[in-house]
């Protein structure tokens, strides 16, 4: 059962490159996310999607950009890095509407570096 | 105000204790409540979800107080293996779920 899957695991980028996390759930969910946490921090939610198509932003979307152009892929792109943004970044599924009681499900983390 | 507000610990507790963590939300409307286990640069994982009634898996048992818009988790005979951060998660508007900061355990033999 694959579940959440995120590619790649680790990566270690230069100040002003680019690259695109991959995020793929076989669970045929609705809802994607992608959140990031730094050390001592708790889930802050980047961007999430609310279907195929469509993407909305979070709690600290600048530097980011989503897509969402099949129902089980959710890629998040980094245009430009920058050292602020080395983090650890989880992806997560859901079913379900807002008064159902379905979790989220996680992906198991990329460890991104940016020196 | 955060979403959700959690005790960051750390708690320090023998083996075999009872130990309780707490959790408050602002949200008065939000409808699902969840507690989460992240071990140490792993992905959250879900413990149990918490139904009005609270509810009991085993050693640990989760409790919903509306109208203090508050949550608990109780941890029973606690084990070397409880040691985590625990998540408090609470489900509002268009399925977006809000994290607690995390409360982190250490259980020492």
């Known amino acids: 059962n694959a579940g959440v899957t995120q590619t790649p695991k680790f990566r270690v980028l230069k100040t002003g490159q680019s690259m695109t996390l991959l995020c793929a759930q076989d669970?045929?969910?609705?809802?994607m996310y992608w959140y990031r946490q730094d050390p001592g921090m708790g889930l802050r939610l980047i961007h999430y999607s609310v279907g195929e198509g469509t993407t909305a932003k979070g709690e600290v979307p600048d530097g980011y950009n989503v897509s969402r152009l099949k129902k089980q892929n959710f890629l998040l792109g980094l245009e430009s890095a920058a050292p602020s943004q080395t983090s650890v970044y989880f992806c997560?599924?859901?079913?379900?509407?807002?008064?159902?009681?379905?979790?989220?499900?996680f992906g198991d983390g990329t460890r991104l570096s940016i020196l | 105000r955060k979403e959700v507000e959690q005790d960051p610990g750390p708690f320090n507790v023998p083996e075999g204790a009872t130990v309780a963590f707490n959790c408050t939300y602002s949200n008065s409307a939000s409808q699902s409540f969840f507690w989460y286990r992240q071990d140490c640069r792993k992905e959250p994982k879900l413990l149990m979800s918490v139904y009005s009634s609270g509810n009991e898996d085993g050693r640990f048992t989760a409790q919903l107080n509306r109208a203090s818009q508050y949550i608990s988790l109780l941890i029973r005979d606690s084990k070397l293996s409880d040691s985590a951060t625990y998540l408090c998660v609470v489900k509002g508007n268009f399925n977006k779920f809000y994290f607690g900061s995390g409360t982190k355990l250490n259980v020492k033999p």
């Open positions: 997560a599924s859901s079913s379900g509407h807002d008064y159902s009681n379905q979790p989220q499900h």
């Open positions: 669970m045929n969910h609705e809802y």
